[in-house]
Nanobody
Framework: QVQLVESGGGLVQTGGSLRLSCVAS????????MAWHRQAPGKARELVAA???????NYASSVKGRFTISRDNAKNTVYLQMNSLKPEDTAVYSC???????????WGQGTQVTVSS
């Protein structure tokens, strides 16, 4: 079993920054994708950013230029630096681990991010 634990969420004002972290207990895949997703109340979950173990990244258009994903493969950790936060970024942010950009297989419990106007 693989456990993913997120941290770093919280309450921030519009224009502020937060850095999320997600640690995987292990990675059963030598080549993998770690990603961040978010789900706002009443909305479907959406991919925010993803990063392949090779370094290839993928971002949602709504966060490009504001959010940066990075990872430490040796520590099975992925980060999400969120700058210029907006109220519409308010959501529960969850990380995932899988073998491809479209195939997350393990999920964390999520961390709440709230951006006040």
């Amino acid at each position: 079993q693989v456990q993913l634990v997120e941290s770093g969420g919280g309450l921030v004002q519009t224009g502020g920054s937060l850095r999320l972290s997600c640690v995987a207990s292990r990675s059963p895949f030598s080549v993998n994708v770690m990603a961040w997703h978010r789900q706002a109340p009443g909305k479907a979950r959406e991919l925010v950013a993803a990063m392949h173990s090779s370094g290839i990244t993928n971002y949602a258009s709504s966060v490009k230029g504001r959010f940066t994903i990075s990872r430490d493969n040796a520590k099975n950790t992925v980060y999400l630096q969120m700058n210029s936060l907006k109220p519409e970024d308010t959501a529960v942010y969850s990380c995932s681990l899988g073998t491809g950009f479209s195939s997350p297989q393990f999920w964390g419990q999520g961390t709440q991010v709230t951006v006040s106007s």
